[in-house]
Nanobody, 127 residues
Framework: QVQLVESGGGRVQAGGSPRLSCAAS????????MGWFRQAPGKEREVVAA????????YYGDSVKGRFTISRDNANNTVYLQMNSLKPEDTAVYYC????????????????????WGQGTQVTVSS
């Protein structure tokens, strides 16, 4: 019912500042929240950042807090992730996801509470 398409990934130098975009289309219904997650080889998928649509609150994973910024464009159902001061350990496939209904307090910060996922975009940080 919902399709998410990420863009903006690629190979970047350490310290770079790319911006990822994710556009949601289809039956978005009530867009409760959108988030960015990442998964490196051999590791679990982890939350990077998330943002609620109605409340405008945000959450950042400890590893990116202070470096990344999540923002939204409600009119276009689009979420962005501005990535600054990239480090090699930021290398991963970055996924965006949407939560279409309330799943509990603080659920927008939890990977398992999201309903639809994009295909992911690879971000490779080289030194």
């Amino acid at each position: 019912q919902v399709q998410l398409v990420e863009s903006g990934g690629g190979r970047v130098q350490a310290g770079g500042s790319p911006r990822l975009s994710c556009a949601a289309s289809g039956r978005t219904f009530s867009n409760v929240a959108m988030g960015w997650f990442r998964q490196a080889p051999g590791k679990e998928r982890e939350v990077v950042a998330a943002i609620t649509w109605n409340g405008g609150t945000t959450y950042y994973g400890d590893s990116v807090k202070g470096r990344f910024t999540i923002s939204r464009d409600n009119a276009n159902n689009t979420v962005y992730l501005q990535m600054n001061s990239l480090k090699p350990e930021d290398t991963a496939v970055y996924y965006c996801a949407i939560q279409t209904y309330y799943r509990g307090r603080h659920s927008y910060t939890l990977r398992e509470k999201y309903d639809y996922w994009g295909q992911g975009t690879q971000v490779t940080v080289s030194s």
